[in-house]
């Protein structure tokens, strides 16, 4: 019998929501032993043509040379460079809260172990085509307007989030994951929802 279990994971790396589902979902899966694949969803494409309060619009702006350094770290080197430089830098954003800025993008590329000349890529407006793609992905994948992240189990609806706070650990992350892979199995459901805990 052939395995069909798969995770793929659409994310914008300056949402600290997405941050935290993503610290779950590699625990989760470093369990089970499934791939994540890691695609790309964009906030800075998510809110074009809207009045973005002028605090966020550096973040935004951040985001777009983030996506394409990591689109070009997928192209080069692979998943497992776009996992390792996600990681670097949302160490560096959401946790050490270091700023979103050229000097930041360049501290998680040397953490990745990838080579310093991959910051090239954050002004390559080339690459905004391949996230835009993907972007459009996740959110046919979810089937209405969705932000970050979204997440997908099988061969099942895309989903946003699950959003979580704190992340889930040990049990409780597995549970998780299992609970999400039973709905997203249950074509009849669309929604479920309930208040956020706070930071």
Not at 10 to 28: G, L, Q, V
Not at 134 to 145: F, K, L, N
Request: aromatic share 8%; with cysteine; hydrophobic share 40%.
């Amino acid at each position: 019998m052939i395995d069909m279990s798969s995770i793929t994971f659409y994310f914008d790396p300056t949402c600290p929501f997405t941050w935290r589902t993503s610290r779950w979902i590699k625990e989760a899966a470093s369990r089970t032993g499934e791939p994540i694949t890691w695609k790309f969803l964009s906030l800075a494409i998510l809110n074009e043509g809207r009045d973005i309060p002028h605090h966020s619009r550096p973040m935004r702006e951040f985001g777009r040379s983030a996506h394409r350094v990591l689109a070009a770290a997928d192209q080069k080197y692979g998943q497992d460079a776009v996992d390792r430089l996600f990681t670097a830098l949302g160490q560096r954003l959401h946790t050490d809260n270091a700023n979103p800025d050229t000097e930041t993008l360049a501290a998680a590329i040397t953490a990745a172990h990838l080579p310093a000349d991959l910051i090239g890529a954050a002004q390559d407006t080339s690459l905004d085509a391949v996230v835009r793609a993907s972007h459009d992905e996740a959110q046919a994948q979810v089937g209405d307007e969705a932000g970050s992240p979204v997440t997908v189990l099988d061969d099942g609806p895309g989903f946003f989030g699950p959003v979580v706070s704190p992340a889930p650990e040990g049990t409780e992350a597995d549970k998780l994951l299992q609970a999400l892979r039973l709905l997203s199995s249950v074509p009849q459901f669309s929604e479920l929802k309930r208040a956020r805990n706070p930071f």
